[in-house]
Structure formats: C-alpha cells, structure tokens
C-alpha cells in the first residue's frame, strides 16, 4: 500500500498493527520507487522451512529400488 499516510495515521497502523501481532514496515520500494508500508505475518522474514518429500510426509515412503 502506498505510504502516504500523516503521522496520525501512521501511529494508528503501527498500533493497530501491534495488536494484530503483525509486522510492519514502512521503509520498502516498488518498481517505481514509491514509498510502501507493508503488513507480513510474525515470522514471515525468518529462515524458509525445509521442504519434505510429501509421500514422506504422508507416511508413503515406498523405496522404488526394492
């Protein structure tokens, strides 16, 4: 979303974003170079989980080299 907010607002949005237990960060660019604020859910910036083979997940795992 476009960051064209006054102080007022902006202080509202940090606030309400605190109790939604959401990040926001008011410092990212797009393509044009307009300011953004933008909204992630807690943890969204932390390491990707490793991704698992899904028929392993699902307790399917049948070697083919038997």
Same mark, same amino acid.
């Given at each position: 979303?476009?960051?064209?907010?006054?102080? !007022?607002? !902006?202080?509202?949005?940090?606030?309400?974003?605190?109790?939604?237990?959401?990040?926001?960060? +008011? /410092?990212?660019?797009?393509?044009?170079?307009?300011?953004?604020?933008? +909204? !992630?859910?807690?943890?969204?910036?932390?390491?990707?989980?490793?991704?698992? /083979?899904?028929?392993?997940?699902?307790?399917?795992?049948?070697?083919?080299?038997?």
């Amino acid at each position: 979303m476009p960051n064209m907010f006054p102080a !007022r607002e !902006r202080k509202f949005i940090s606030t309400l974003a605190e109790e939604l237990h959401l990040s926001v960060t +008011w /410092d990212e660019y797009d393509e044009e170079d307009q300011n953004l604020v933008t +909204w !992630r859910l807690p943890g969204f910036l932390d390491e990707p989980l490793a991704e698992t /083979d899904p028929e392993q997940a699902n307790g399917d795992s049948n070697s083919e080299s038997e």
